[in-house]
């Protein structure tokens, strides 16, 4: 795997810079959720502002997640990432075949539709922070902007894009998001903004095989650049059959107790990562039982 993520700062701290590469986990989740090219670049845009999200969160054990739902054809996006550079996602509809829209380009819009943005952060307190925004464009970079700016208060320029081959594998998948820190001075926002406008496409950066680096100093070369860290990302879902087991025996036993007396395989499934887990009659009657000591005790 050579997919990974940078971090950065620029212009004395004034900001801060993430730039990301993810063609491997980005055509993982397409193997894995066989999507359509609309859906592959649609996921695979949110898949990268979630590796970015990820890593701008503290604690060891946050996570973050980012859904969008709209009334367009996939109906729902969700994608949590962890710190670590793990993320993991689906589409509700995997397959949506549109048209290209009148750029040319995969219509990822069109397959959203309207609809919000909710970002769920799992900090380790009791409650998870929310923050919600209206989509603008649908295109998902522009709605990430908005909800910085909205539910964050933090100015930000995101660009995420993703590139097919023709055989509609993935030929190129990253994105950066920029930030100002508070107290920042207006002559650095009048020529980061200069800068933003005058850039070409993220797709064409990404089209020359532009590494996160070389993205990062090409958009904020000019105000000092300073490389802070370096992680490896990929695409990883956590559970496993000892994980849905767990959660098999916390069912109540009045379920658990129907479940077994069917006397069938039962099917539990994991939908970030589309792996099906069995639990064939005796596992269940054993399940029950260990289930039934718990109660006693
Ligand atoms: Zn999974």
Redesign the pocket.
Known sequence: MNDYMIRAIAADGQIRAFAATTKDLVEEARKRHDTSPVITAALGRLLTAGVMMGNMMKGEKDTITLKVEGNGPVKALTVIADTKGNV?GFAHVPQVILHANEKGKLDVAGAIGIGVLTVIKDLGLKEPYVGTSMLTTSEIAEDLTYYFATSEQVPSSVALGVLMEKNNTVKQAGGFILQLMPGVDDETITKLEQKISSLTSITSMLDQGMTPEQILEYVIGDFGLEILNRTPVRFH???SKEKVRGAIVSLGREDLKELASEGEAVEAH??????SYWFQPEELEEILAQNEKKKEN
């Not at 994991?270 to 792996?275: E, L, M, Q, V």
């Open positions: 993991k879902c956590n559970c994991c939908d970030f990562c589309n792996t």
